[in-house]
């Protein structure tokens, strides 16, 4: 069975300064992806980046960056120059490729971003 | 327009009463999902649907049932709401090939069961 684990419940960031979300993951499976995703205060889920266990290269997109230590199992978020929009839930997912697709998900952590 | 709908966004309901929440879908996506979330946790798979002849049960299925009437639209239905499935429930979209396929959520349907 896969697991998410997401050990901040919650974390502050002073505005402009960059944060990292910690998630760890548990499967036996050699092929996965890893996934983030940001939930604001008015509930949508929104895809931020994506990383492949075969991936060499850890993932950015745009001010979003994954530090993939697959030894480790961790996949961390790193946001950069926090924005006050920031502030929000994040989600860690794991989706096992011989599993259809199917997400895993994480307890979330809460961002909040300091002015 | 948004490409994953879902409806109704809020439902406030008693015990007892059916329910069916519905979710269409503009991406062309043969894949689509049911999950629920609960206050600080996160997202759990209720029901997944890979074709319109496919359903399969996710980790929490009992209470719940899915028709997958076309390719675009998957509905979930309460038969007889319990005050426990209050939650906020999301249909999500993905694609059928590629590794890095994200699942595309709709906005969420926020029920109460009084």
């Known amino acids: 069975a896969q697991k998410i684990t997401q050990t901040q419940p919650g974390m502050f960031v002073q505005e402009k300064e960059a944060v990292t979300l910690d998630c760890t993951y548990d499967?036996?499976?050699?092929?996965?992806?890893l996934f983030w995703y940001k939930q604001p205060s008015s509930g949508e889920m929104i895809f931020l980046i994506y990383q492949g266990s075969y991936d060499e290269q850890n993932a950015t997109e745009g001010r979003y960056s994954l530090n993939f230590q697959k030894a480790r199992k961790s996949a961390n978020l790193v946001i950069s120059a926090s924005q006050l929009g920031d502030s929000a839930m994040y989600f860690c997912a794991m989706r096992v490729n011989n599993a259809g697709n199917m997400l895993t998900f994480g307890g979330g952590t809460r961002l909040m971003v300091k002015p | 327009d948004a490409d994953v709908t879902q409806t109704p966004r809020n439902r406030i309901t008693k015990t007892g009463k059916r329910i069916m929440l519905e979710c269409s879908q503009t991406k062309g996506h043969d894949r689509m999902y049911w999950y629920r979330q609960d206050p600080g946790l996160g997202l759990r798979l209720i029901y997944y649907?890979?074709?319109?002849?496919?359903?399969n049960k996710g980790e929490i299925s009992d209470g719940y049932s899915v028709s997958r009437q076309a390719q675009a639209k998957f509905s979930l239905s309460l038969e007889s709401a319990i005050p426990n499935q209050t939650a906020l429930y999301f249909c999500?979209?993905?694609?059928?090939?590629?590794?890095?396929?994200?699942?595309?959520f709709g906005d969420g349907t926020r029920l109460s069961i009084l």
């Open positions: 499967t036996s499976d050699q092929s996965y992806g």
């Open positions: 649907s890979f074709d319109v002849k496919d359903i």
């Open positions: 999500a979209t993905s694609g059928q090939s590629g590794p890095n396929q994200p699942q595309h």
